[in-house]
T-cell receptor
C-alpha cells in the first residue's frame, strides 16, 4: 500500500514566519490524524479531522480537511522555537484484521531565532 | 498511569542474534501496533493487533514476529537480526474502532536498536 504523501519533507523558517505542511491521498479518507514528534521524542497526537471541509484550530495551529476528503493541511502562524519537530499526518487503512494507521513521511520543521 | 511502556530503551545486537522488544500498556486498549522509524522514511507499520489472539502484518513485516496473548502486552521478536533492522522502534496503542475509522494512538518512548 502507498503511504499518504506529505510535503515538504523539510522546512526551515525564521521565528515569526508562518509554516504549512500538506498531506495528500489518492483515496477518499474517512478521517485523518496529525501528530507532532519533538527531536528525540515520540509522536504525540494533535488532532483528528473527520468531516469534509472541516477546520479546527489549536492556538496558532490551524488544521484543514479538504472538501473531497483527499487532502489535509496543518498551518502554524508565527512560528516559535517550541514548534520545532516533525509533523506527521496519518490515515486509517482497512486491512485484513482491522483498521491500522498509516503514516506519511512527515515534515521536519526547524526554526531559527 | 504509565501509559505505553517499552523496554529496553537502547539495544545493540550482532547480526544473527535474536531478541524481543517489550511493549505493555495499562489503558485497556484493544489495538496495539509496532512501527519502525528510519531517517526520511517516516513511521512504517510492522505488525498490529486488534485484540488478544488477533495479529496481522503491516507494511514491513519481514524479519519480525508478534503475538498477543494478553490485552496488555504486545512483544516484537526479531528472529535473526540484520543491519537493515537498525532503527528506532515505537509501540503504540489505542481503542479499537471499526468501519475504517481509527482512534488516536498513544506511543511509547521508543527503543533504539543497533545491529552490527
Amino acid at each position: 500500500g502507498q503511504q499518504v504523501m506529505q510535503i515538504p519533507q523539510y522546512q526551515h523558517v525564521q521565528e515569526g514566519e508562518d509554516f504549512t505542511t500538506y498531506c495528500n491521498s489518492s483515496t477518499t479518507l474517512s478521517n485523518i490524524q496529525w501528530y507532532k514528534q519533538r527531536p528525540g521524542g515520540h509522536p504525540v497526537f494533535l488532532i483528528q479531522l473527520v468531516k469534509s471541509g472541516e477546520v479546527k484550530k489549536q492556538k496558532r495551529l490551524t488544521f484543514q480537511f479538504g472538501e473531497a476528503k483527499k487532502n489535509s493541511s496543518l498551518h502554524i502562524t508565527a512560528t516559535q522555537t517550541t514548534d520545532v519537530g516533525t509533523y506527521f499526518c496519518a490515515e486509517p487503512r482497512v486491512r485484513q484484521a482491522g483498521t491500522a494507521l498509516i503514516f506519511g513521511k512527515g515534515t521536519t520543521l526547524s526554526v531559527s531565532s | 498511569n504509565a501509559g505505553v511502556t517499552q523496554t529496553p530503551k537502547f539495544q545493540v545486537l550482532k547480526t544473527g542474534q535474536s531478541m524481543t522488544l517489550q511493549c505493555a500498556q495499562d489503558m485497556n486498549h484493544e489495538y496495539m501496533s509496532w512501527y519502525r522509524q528510519d531517517p526520511g522514511m517516516g513511521l512504517r507499520l510492522i505488525h498490529y493487533s486488534v485484540g488478544a489472539g488477533i495479529t496481522d502484518q503491516g507494511e514491513v513485516p519481514n524479519g519480525y514476529n508478534v503475538s498477543r496473548s494478553t490485552t496488555e502486552d504486545f512483544p516484537l521478536r526479531l528472529l535473526s537480526a540484520a543491519p537493515s533492522q537498525t532503527s528506532v522502534y515505537f509501540c503504540a496503542s489505542s481503542y479499537s474502532r471499526g468501519g475504517g475509522l481509527a482512534s488516536p494512538l498513544h506511543f511509547g518512548n521508543g527503543t533504539r536498536l543497533t545491529v552490527t
